[in-house]
């Protein structure tokens, strides 16, 4: 009988690549304003799809969509006053 030996290591090595660098996640901490804004809003619509709509659902859904649509402008204006050279 002949045995069968694998060739490559079972457990694949780890590297120093596989891990985010600064900027990376400097870059995920700046956008996190709006991810929890957009996840905020989602689940405004998601409560509200297991229900009638009422007027409270409509005030928090508005205002979700307030708060990410202000997170955008504020990331957008960030970007645009680094890129201009003008640092925040």
């Known amino acids: 009988m002949k045995h069968i030996a694998?060739?490559?290591?079972?457990?694949t090595p780890?590297?120093?690549?596989?891990?985010?660098?600064?900027a990376e996640?400097?870059?995920i901490e700046t956008e996190?304003?709006?991810v929890l804004a957009e996840v905020?809003?989602?689940d405004a619509l998601i409560a509200q799809l297991d229900r009638?709509?009422?007027e409270f659902d409509a005030?928090?859904?508005?205002r979700a969509r307030n708060r990410v649509?202000?997170?955008r402008r504020d990331l957008a204006n960030r970007a645009s006053r680094t890129e201009s050279g003008d640092a925040a």
Do not use: F, Y
């Not at 005030?59 to 508005?62: K, T």
């Open 40 to 42: 905020e809003l989602l």
């Open 6 to 11: 694998a060739l490559q290591n079972l457990v």
């Open 25 to 27: 996640l400097d870059a």
């Open 69 to 71: 649509l202000d997170a």
């Open 52 to 54: 009638t709509s009422s």
């Open 14 to 22: 780890w590297s120093d690549g596989l891990e985010p660098s600064d």
């Open 32 to 34: 996190m304003p709006l």
């Open 59 to 62: 005030r928090r859904i508005r």
